[in-house]
Structure formats: structure tokens, C-alpha cells
């Protein structure tokens, strides 16, 4: 009697550890892939946008008061107050602008998807009552240029 709860016990370990998935993961269709396409564009716009305000923003900053300068300080080396808020504008408005690139590439990779995919009715020959039997199958066409 162990034996057998045993070997059943086994068996249904066994089966679900290493059957295959059934649930299969949703396929994007067209439209979802111009969705996300337009999505990633407008963050991108976003992201560039609001770098080049950040960088503008860090240029009409004014100078400030000198802190370290004078008779005998070499021009380059001259510090002003508001030199620290005007770097981290600069230095985030960059980032910012820089970050944008990748979600530019990556609506244009989901634009080239959505172009890429259509629906066509197939027809498939099918084997009914001994003879084959032309059905249309609703399919999903991926075009791949080479």
C-alpha cells in the first residue's frame, strides 16, 4: 500500500516538473505593437524635451557671486555660486537626452514589427471522412526581410 502512494506520489511529481507549459504566452497583434510603438515615441519625445528645457534652463541660470576669484586667479579657475546647480542641470539634461535614444530605436523596431504582421485566411488541405477537404484557417503572417 506505501509502495503504490509512493509511486503515485512520484509519478505526479514527476509529470508536473517536467511536462510542458499549456497556458502559451498571448501573441501581440498589430495593433498592440503600434500601441507600444507610439508609446515608446512619445516617452522618448518626453525624455528629449524635457533634457534640452533642463539644459536651457542650466544656460539662463545666472552666475552668481564670485566665491574663489580675484587678482591673481586665472579666469578658468574663477568659482561662482550657482556653479553646482548649473552642472547638475546640465549633467541631468544630458542624461536625460541621452536616455531618449533607446526608446527612439525601440518604436521604430515595434513600428517595423507592426508592419511586419498581418492576418491572412489560409487555406489548408484537411484529411475528412477519407478524402482531403480545402479549409480556410485564420493565420498569422510574420514577413522576415532578408
Same mark, same amino acid.
Not at 574663489?68 to 556653479?83: A, L
Not at 478524402?131 to 484557417?137: A, E, R
Given at each position: 500500500? %506505501?509502495? &503504490?502512494?509512493?509511486?503515485a ?5 514527476? @509529470?508536473?516538473? !517536467?511536462?510542458? =507549459? &499549456? ?5 501581440? @497583434? ?12 512619445? *516617452?522618448?519625445?518626453?525624455m528629449?524635451?524635457?533634457?534640452? @528645457?533642463l539644459?536651457? &534652463?542650466?544656460?539662463?541660470?545666472? %552666475?552668481?557671486? *564670485? ?9 578658468y579657475?574663477?568659482?561662482y ?14 542624461? +536625460?537626452?541621452?536616455? $531618449?535614444?533607446? !526608446?527612439f530605436? $525601440? ?11 498581418? !492576418?491572412k485566411?489560409?487555406? *489548408?488541405?484537411?484529411? =475528412? ?7 480556410? *484557417?485564420? $493565420?498569422?503572417?510574420?514577413?522576415? +526581410?532578408?
Amino acid at each position: 500500500m %506505501k509502495k &503504490t502512494i509512493i509511486c503515485a506520489m512520484l509519478l505526479i511529481i514527476a @509529470t508536473a516538473t !517536467f511536462s510542458q =507549459q &499549456t497556458k502559451s504566452s498571448p501573441t501581440l @497583434t498589430k495593433q498592440d505593437y503600434l500601441q507600444k510603438s507610439k508609446n515608446r515615441k512619445k *516617452v522618448a519625445r518626453i525624455m528629449l524635451g524635457g533634457g534640452a @528645457t533642463l539644459i536651457l &534652463t542650466g544656460i539662463i541660470i545666472p %552666475k552668481g557671486e *564670485v566665491i574663489n576669484g580675484g587678482i591673481g586667479v586665472p579666469q578658468y579657475q574663477t568659482e561662482y555660486k550657482n556653479d553646482g546647480i548649473k552642472g547638475a542641470f546640465y549633467l541631468c539634461g544630458t542624461l +536625460s537626452m541621452l536616455g $531618449s535614444i533607446p !526608446f527612439f530605436i $525601440s518604436s521604430h523596431h515595434n513600428k517595423k514589427m507592426a508592419a511586419a504582421l498581418s !492576418f491572412k485566411n489560409e487555406i *489548408v488541405p484537411q484529411i =475528412q471522412k477519407n478524402s482531403f477537404v480545402y479549409t480556410p *484557417v485564420p $493565420s498569422l503572417i510574420l514577413k522576415i +526581410s532578408l
